[in-house]
């Protein structure tokens, strides 16, 4: 079965530490990206990436980090300068081009601060 | 740039009535438009999205919804709703070309409850 995977599903980070939650896809798609979820405000993009070995930062990239070093993975590290981490985190990858364009979602980590 | 306004963060029906969620854009260029749903600690799946083909759009689940450029909307409806039916759902937009790298924008969600 093709998809996107994210794991693991919950996550507990206590203060001060870096964590990483890991998305997997083997659609063969070359563009990922990180976005994170609030109550009540949407999804806001945090990382892209449009093929291996590059990224860029989206609308909230501060206190995060990414790699690309493989086109099926694109793991994202909270690291400790995100003062507040606690939130649903969505990995999506895109298929097509121009009018055909799509983004796939994961199905979600989330991350709890102890 | 473009945004995305969803107007009712919460809207409730009953088995069986019409489904009316709205969403408003503003963008300087032609969009793409999408509509999400997303189930409690789940992912997005994709409902239906609108680029430039026909204006009524027609999606899974028997949802479907229309672009109008007039009013800057696409708003999503369903004749009947079903307990089924009962998520979140977000609507998107992605402008055409430019250097926006598939970025979507969206908008704040419309929590939908369908009463018995």
């Known amino acids: 079965d093709g998809g996107i995977t994210q794991s693991p599903k919950y996550l507990f980070r206590k203060e001060g530490q870096n964590v990483t939650l890991s998305c997997e896809q083997n659609?063969?798609?070359?563009?990922m990206y990180w976005y994170r979820q609030d109550p009540g405000q949407g999804l806001r993009l945090i990382y892209y990436?449009?093929?291996?070995?590059?990224?860029q930062k989206g609308d909230i990239a501060e206190g995060y980090s990414v790699s690309r070093e493989k086109k099926e993975s694109f793991p994202l590290t909270v690291t400790s300068a995100q003062k507040n981490p606690t939130a649903f985190y969505l990995c999506?990858?895109?298929?097509?081009?121009?009018?055909?364009?799509?983004?796939?979602f994961g199905p979600g980590t989330r991350l709890l601060v102890l | 740039a473009q945004s995305v306004t969803q107007l009712g963060s919460h809207v409730s029906v009953s088995e069986g009535a019409l489904v009316l969620l709205r969403c408003n854009y503003s963008?300087?260029?032609?969009?793409?438009l999408f509509w999400y749903v997303q189930y409690p600690n789940q992912g997005l799946q994709l409902l239906l999205k609108?680029?430039?083909?026909?204006?009524l759009v027609k999606g899974i689940n028997g949802f479907e919804a229309e672009f109008k450029k007039s009013e800057t909307s696409f708003h999503l409806t369903k004749p009947s709703a079903h307990m089924s039916d009962a998520a979140e759902y977000f609507c998107?937009?992605?402008?055409?070309?430019?250097?926006?790298?598939?970025?979507?924008?969206f908008g704040q969600g419309t929590i939908l409850t369908v009463h018995p």
């Open positions: 998107a937009v992605r402008v055409a070309g430019g250097t926006s790298y598939g970025k979507l924008t």
């Open positions: 963008s300087s260029v032609p969009p793409y």
């Open positions: 659609l063969n798609h070359d563009a």
């Open positions: 990436s449009q093929i291996v070995n590059d990224f």
């Open positions: 999506a990858s895109k298929d097509g081009a121009g009018l055909q364009e799509t983004q796939y």
């Open positions: 609108y680029t430039s083909a026909a204006t």
